[in-house]
């Protein structure tokens, strides 16, 4: 990887995806120029609004899925009057919204919904309903009835969904597979649910801001972590079994215990998490000064043998340099400690180093500011998930004595 070719940017039609350990929070907004979703990285690397927002639902949507199936796709329930229910929306590389799709699965407004394999899940006026996954095959139904549902979760064959505080609160296990169906336990403020996808447990999100672990099998209570925050509006697992909840104004990951990995401007309303392994290219973070202008152009996905492979700047100063500085984390350096890292001791105030410079590359920039740095990615199964990280510097007096400003941060993850 440290032998980089340049290359022309070449863009190709390629589909990104959510990446893979990454939150995309779903908040609350009241202008219809406000974003409506953040990518928020579960290990505390930074976040990055979902860029070209271009469904945007007032009152916003009540629930969001990521697909774990096709993770280039999420999923929300719109609560509008007009073309409410189920919609589907591409995502792109740096976590740009390609192409929204409303229906054919369920059209009217729901309070939660989940992705399965096979079927769509959601929680709607008292019911577990479910629809197949293929447009136009099969049509919405109702799983069970559940009184006071206020949460599901699905994995495989089975889905869970909690009722409410309204005692006894029975959180109900249905097998789509042999069609049965079981009360795991009853359990008194349940706002939200999750199962995890490598452990037998439930985790549940509780009005008095607790996280409940539960056995599937017995419906004993594993553990109980109070958070110290409010009620708790979604919960969720990582990849790796880890947990990620919120209340109406932070997230929290556990990979994460110093402090939250976002704070909401308006509220959080849900989330998803990527949990299937894919290749993608994101931003993170914010640049200074002219570096904050900039913008980063991939030329395609980060996938083994992709030779071509690139990274492209754009909007820099032109006909000048700029310097990327190359690296396998945004966590931490070897030789400079845990990052970000402030720039203001170095002659660059108000800037940050978002990556480890284990590289540092210089290219022109041409007369409209453009330049890229080819970076040839080989067939290596040891390169499968290894996540790289770049950020730009360009030359700005205004800065300060440094005279360079860095732009945002990109994640790419090889798969």
């Known amino acids: 990887m440290r032998t ?68 280039d796709f999420f999923y929300f329930e719109a609560s509008t009057t007009t073309l409410p229910g189920t919609w589907r929306t591409q995502v792109g590389l740096l976590g740009a919204i390609g192409q929204s799709t409303w229906g054919p699965w369920f059209q009217t407004p729901g309070a939660r919904i989940e992705i399965g394999a096979t079927h769509f899940f959601r929680v709607r006026q008292g019911n577990v309903e479910w629809c197949g996954r293929t447009p136009g095959l099969g049509s919405p139904a109702v799983l069970f009835p559940l009184s006071n549902a206020v949460d599901l979760a699905v994995l495989g064959s089975r889905v869970w969904a909690a009722s409410s505080s309204v005692a006894p609160a029975p959180l109900v296990e249905y097998d789509t597979a042999t069609a049965t169906q079981r009360v795991v336990g009853n359990y008194v403020g349940v706002l939200a649910i999750a199962v995890s996808p490598v452990a037998p447990e439930l985790c549940l999100g509780l009005q008095n801001g607790d996280l409940v672990r539960i056995d599937i099998a017995t419906g004993a209570v594993i553990a109980t972590t109070p958070t110290g925050l409010g009620p708790i509006v979604a919960v969720g697992y990582t990849r790796f079994g880890t947990l990620v909840w919120a209340d109406a104004t932070q997230l929290w990951s556990e990979l994460v215990p110093s402090g939250p990995v976002w704070v909401s401007g308006t509220s959080i309303v849900d989330f998803g998490i990527g949990v299937a392994p894919t290749a993608s290219v994101t931003p993170f973070g914010a640049g200074c000064g002219l570096g904050a202008a900039t913008d980063w152009f991939p030329n395609s996905l980060p996938v083994q043998g992709n030779l071509g492979f690139a990274l492209g700047l754009g909007f820099a100063p032109a006909n000048s340099f700029a310097l990327l500085a190359f690296g396998n984390s945004r966590y931490f350096s ?34 409209i500011g453009a330049a890229s740095q080819g970076i040839p990615i080989p067939f290596s199964p040891a390169l499968a998930g290894v996540e790289f990280v770049g950020q730009w510097f360009v030359l700005d007096a205004g800065v300060g004595a440094l005279g360079l400003a860095g732009t945002a941060g990109v994640a790419f993850v090889v798969q």
């Open 334 to 367: 070897a030789s400079l400690g845990a990052l970000p890292i402030s720039l203001q001791g170095i002659g660059a105030p108000g800037c940050e180093l978002l990556v480890d410079p284990q590289v540092l590359l210089l290219q022109p920039t041409n007369a």
């Open 4 to 71: 980089l070719l340049v290359s022309m940017l070449l863009p190709l039609a390629v589909a990104a995806q959510i990446p893979t350990n990454s939150i995309l929070v779903l908040e609350s907004t009241t202008t219809l120029n406000a974003s409506n979703y953040h990518i928020v990285d579960a290990l505390g690397g930074g976040s990055a609004s979902v860029r070209n927002q271009s469904v945007f639902m007032l009152p916003s949507p009540a629930s969001v899925a990521v697909d774990p199936v096709a993770p």
